[in-house]
Each structure stands twice: as structure tokens, then as C-alpha cells.
């Protein structure tokens, strides 16, 4: 790859400057495309995209970026993309800094104070090479602290139309994929750093989602991907209609993979809902949705409160003393009939814990429902 050092002034970056959210961001008298297909969306927060203009501001030296040489005096951006942003925004009048106390945007500043900024210089590595060699550059020098996530990585390897249509469904704030699946996706998710969209292709292709971007790389469309995205979020939204926190924390994907065939009640499921979440018992309240889609088989699911050591040492203490008096076994399942272990007096590491009427059954998890049993009986009895 060629490399040449050029500086730029901002007076020039900015002209012809233009964000278009389908079309994308040009800069430098439209011969610059600043986000091209394997870029990330703007991520910068206010805070740091303020520290930009403020390193501009006092002519301090910003962080060298990196243009990709396209050929007939154009260039793409491989590395600075949220700088470039930061400083055509500001200049553009997006937003305001504090200067002194003063909320201040461009058009606010004294005309030497504008001269200044303008004429500052960016340093910029003009790189000629392949393909192949810009995307090992954007994946090597992206911006400190901004480290690319997997699926931007992805985006990048993988660029191409399917990549900029998926985009307009999974990647932008408030794009389609946010508006009907955010009440049911952990928060932290951000369609902005294709969480979203990595999301959605797991889902499709049971996680094997370099496979799938491999495969549908030269896509004219992503139709497929949203509607296979969409079908399990209705899927829920029809099954579980009430909206409740814990809901983010499911994995709807899998679940739909195996119960999204099944018929279900949604009023009498949410009914359960609502009575299970009312349980103290229920420690992973998340759980409760799969637990229900399953048919109420795995009580492992929903973390259910285990009893104390104190209730389980009060009951084997008086099993065993029980026991000893009637010469039967403290195993109350193995003082039935006439097998070895009617008579055996079990230690208490021997035993354990279980609900003489089934949790599930409504029974409590207290010391009055608490049986000891031997621990081969006790994994036999399982939820019955």
C-alpha cells in the first residue's frame, strides 16, 4: 500500500459537507465519502465529540486519520470518520460547545475565532492499495477507545448490498428492528453498533452468522432477514401481549426455534405469569417464560429458592429420630416396602431437601413442607 502525508484544513474538509441518512456523509467538496459500506454509524458521545472541537479550538494536534485513494481525485475515509463528523457538525451549526460559561456554536463565535478553526490543519495519510489492504487498515487502526465491535468487523469483511439494506432495518436509531423489538431485548443493545442486526442473523442462522453474511454478501436485499426477525418478535408479542421487564432477558430466538409451532392460551399464560412473578420462591423471574413455553417440566429454569440449612437440619433431625424409634429407615421412600434400605439410618450428607408437596403444586419452601430424602430418591422424585 502507498501512503503519502497530506494536510487538509478544515475550511476544506467541510465544504460540500452533507449527511444523508441513506445516502451517507460527503465531505471535502463531495470527493470525500466519509462513511462508506464498512463503516460504523456515528457513536461518538457529546462529551467526546465536544473534545474534538475543543482539540481544534485551542490548535492542539488531533489524532492523524486515514483517506483511502479512490481514484479520479476522490478518497474514502478508513480511520477518523467520528472526527471528521464531530468537526463538519460543529461547523455545520448540529450543536453547541461551553466556551467560557457560554453554550457556543459556530455562528456564535467572533469572526477570528471562526478564521481559526477553519484554518486549522488535519494531518492525513492518503493510502493507495487494494481492497483487501484498506479493509485490513480500517480493521488494524480504528479509533482508540472506539474499538470496533464483531459485527462491525463483519460489516467490513462482508461489505456489499446486503450490507447497506440490512442496515436500513437493524442499524440506525429508531430503525424498524428498535421500534417493535426494544420492549423485548436487553437495553443495552445499540442498533447504532449492529447489535441489532448481529442479532437477528444469529437468530436466522442459529449462530453461525459469518456463514450467513458470507453467503448473502452480494444480496440486493435483506427482506428475508427482517421478515425472519420480525415473525419471532410477533411471535411474542401475540404469546406474551403484557410487556414486563424480565422479558429482556429471554432468549426469544431459541425459544421460538422450539416452542414458536406450539398453541398456547395467552390469557391463561399470562395469568401464570402474573403468579409466578408474585412468588418469593422464583428467584429468576426471566426464567418464568421458558419455564411456561416448556410446560412446567424444568423448575431448574426459574432458580427456585432452595431451603435453608437450618429448616433441613431440623427435619432430618426429626425423620431420624422418628426413624429410630421405629426401626425404619429416615428415608421416608426407602422405609416403604421391604427393599434393603428400609431400616438404614442415612447421615445428613447422604441426604437432601425436597417439598413434600411439590413447589410446582404450590407447595412452600418452608421448614412444614420440607422432607429429607436419600439423594437417589430425592433425583428420582424430580418434580412429581
Known sequence: ???ELKRISVRDLV????DNEDLGVIAFDRRLDVRPPYQREFVYKDK????VIETVRKNFPLNVMYWAVQGNDSFEVIDGQQRTISICQYVDGDFSIDINGHQLAFHNLQTDQQEQILD???????????ESEKLDWFETINIAGERLTAQELRNAVYHGPFVSAAKKYFSKNNCPAYQIASDYLPGGLSPIRQDYLELAISWANDGKID????????DTNADDLWQSFKTIIDWVAATFPKKRSQMRSVKWGSH????????YDPKALEQRISSLMGQNEVRKKSGIYEFLLGGESDTRILEVRVFEDRDKLAAYEAQTQEARASKISNCPLCAIGTNAN???IYEFDEMDADHVAAWSKGGSTNLANCE??????NRAKGNK
Open 1 to 3: 500500500m502507498k501512503i
Open 15 to 18: 465544504e460540500g459537507y452533507e
Open 48 to 51: 467526546q465529540r465536544d473534545a
Open 120 to 130: 486549522y490543519e488535519l494531518m492525513v495519510y492518503l493510502c493507495e492499495g487494494t
Open 211 to 218: 456463514e450467513y453474511m458470507r453467503d448473502h454478501q452480494h
Open 256 to 263: 421460538h426455534k422450539i416452542y414458536g409451532t406450539d398453541i
Open 342 to 344: 428400609s431400616d438404614r
Open 372 to 377: 429429607m430424602l436419600c439423594i437417589t430418591h
